[in-house]
């Protein structure tokens, strides 16, 4: 279980790394190795690239669980990188260069995204999130306020602790189908499938404040 333990704590920095990229706008496409300053840098671009074309290869074969392996490989220099490293750095530069490594660490997920993609939005009659933003309305709207942010956060998280539920439902069931379209364990190894669910467990919501 120490590849789902590290791919949780990988998934959970891929998180932090998103929600700081959200606010970036003109970001470099490529990385300039001469540009690094601390050892912790090299350390994360040396792993990123050889993580990134394994992932590709391993993707393209259908080899899902060996693409979240590899992903997994990345915790020891992600927990460097963001312990010695300043992204922020006051130097323009050096920061977008710093901006533009932590890009590259998000497209290694692009891959896999897509399967995530496809389960979320494969159907279903989103009861829980209607009814929890149904609940919200108890003692009056929230709608335009900063509380209601946490609300649709609140919903989103609870649909996508179910889509995990079916998830595990169909690889316990040996369930190919579901909703008319095939389920994770219908292309994935049972491997692959139960570190998806470790996945949807930690990437609920960020809460918005």
Not at 32 to 42: I, K, L, Q, S, V
Not at 55 to 69: H, I, L, M, N, P
Not at 139 to 159: R, W
Request: with cysteine; aromatic share 6%; glycine share 4%.
């Amino acid at each position: 279980m120490r590849a789902g333990a590290d791919l949780s704590a990988v998934a959970e920095a891929f998180k932090r790394v998103a929600n700081i990229l959200r606010d970036q706008k003109d970001i470099a496409e490529t990385v300039d190795a001469a540009a690094f300053g601390t050892e912790a840098e090299r350390m994360l671009w040396e792993a990123t690239s050889m993580v990134e074309v394994n992932v590709q290869v391993a993707t393209k074969r259908g080899a899902f669980d060996e693409a979240f392996s590899e992903i997994a490989r990345l915790r020891l220099p992600l927990d460097r990188f963001f312990k010695d490293v300043m992204v922020m750095d006051p130097d323009p530069r050096v920061r977008q260069n710093r901006v533009a490594l932590r890009a590259k660490l998000q497209r290694i997920f692009a891959p896999l995204a897509e399967a995530f993609v496809n389960l979320i939005g494969s159907g279903g009659k989103r009861l829980r999130p209607a009814l929890a933003l149904l609940a919200s309305e108890f003692n009056g709207s929230l709608q335009g306020t900063a509380q209601y942010n946490c609300v649709i956060a609140l919903a989103a998280s609870v649909e996508m602790l179910h889509t995990a539920t079916l998830v595990h439902d169909d690889l316990i069931d040996g369930s190919l189908m579901r909703r008319g379209a095939a389920t994770l364990n219908a292309a994935w190894t049972p491997a692959a499938t139960v570190l998806t669910l470790s996945l949807i467990h930690i990437s609920e919501p960020t809460r918005p404040y």
